[in-house]
């Protein structure tokens, strides 16, 4: 599990441009957003360095959450 912080994602239009991005490189990609957190959580067969820049191509900032 991946979980991004995407500090300019402010609304359902951002979650949905995300979820397709991130659904475009993996179909199977599970997704889960907060929104008031401005986190994504993404469970995907692809690497955190691919799923970060199918966010960042998308022009947002994006940094990923350790936990």
């Known amino acids: ?3 991004l912080f995407v500090n300019s994602m402010s609304c359902g239009s ?3 441009h995300i ?7 993996d ?3 599970q997704l889960t957003i907060d929104l008031p957190a401005r986190k994504v959580s993404i469970a995907s067969s692809k690497s955190t360095e ?5 966010v960042k191509a998308l022009d947002y900032e994006v940094s990923v ?3």
Not at 19 to 25: G, S
Not at 50 to 54: H, I, K, Q, T
């Open 14 to 16: 951002c979650a949905r």
């Open 27 to 29: 179909p199977d990609a």
């Open 65 to 67: 959450v350790e936990e």
């Open 50 to 54: 691919e799923l970060v820049n199918a």
């Open 1 to 3: 599990m991946t979980t």
């Open 19 to 25: 979820t397709h991005a991130v659904k475009t490189l």
